[in-house]
């Protein structure tokens, strides 16, 4: 696992932050997080992270106008975007993939799971659309 490789977590769910953020630098990744949509578009356009994880339900700015603005953005339409979300209803992994969210990764989160695959995603990149 490459050390430079940085993630960017935008969750305002506390427990379900530090979660991720323990997992993911237990596995050397580096670790950018906030809690707000509208600073987590800030954040990507000023570090250009090589991942970003993202909630749906957010303050300011929801995962989905984030994710709107991430993929009409030339700087940072190609870095892969996940959604993290309760939302379990069946047709919401649709709603979330058509909202430009590259992967969808359910709540809760199940760390094997998460951790392996965010690992194939940092090697696949963006999914082709
Ligand atoms: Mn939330």
């Known amino acids: 696992m490459k050390q430079s490789q940085r993630i ?3 969750e305002d769910n506390e427990t379900n932050l530090e979660l ?4 993911l630098r237990s596995f050397n990744y580096g670790v950018i997080t906030t809690g707000n949509g509208a600073q987590g578009l800030e954040i990507a ?9 993202c909630d749906v339900h957010l303050p300011e700015v929801d995962g989905f106008e984030v994710a709107k603005q991430l993929k009409t953005s030339a700087k940072l339409k ?3 975007l996940i959604a993290v979300t ?3 209803m069946v ?8 909202a430009g969210f590259d ?3 359910s709540k809760p989160i199940i760390p094997e799971g998460f951790i392996q695959e965010v ?11």
């Open 8 to 10: 960017l977590v935008i």
């Open 20 to 23: 991720m953020v323990y997992l």
């Open 45 to 53: 356009r000023r570090e250009v992270p090589d991942l970003i994880i």
């Open 78 to 80: 190609n870095v892969p």
């Open 86 to 88: 309760a939302m379990a």
């Open 91 to 98: 047709g919401d992994r649709e709603k979330v993939l058509n």
């Open 103 to 105: 992967y969808y990764v």
């Open 119 to 129: 690992g194939s995603i940092m090697q696949i990149g963006r999914r082709d659309r």
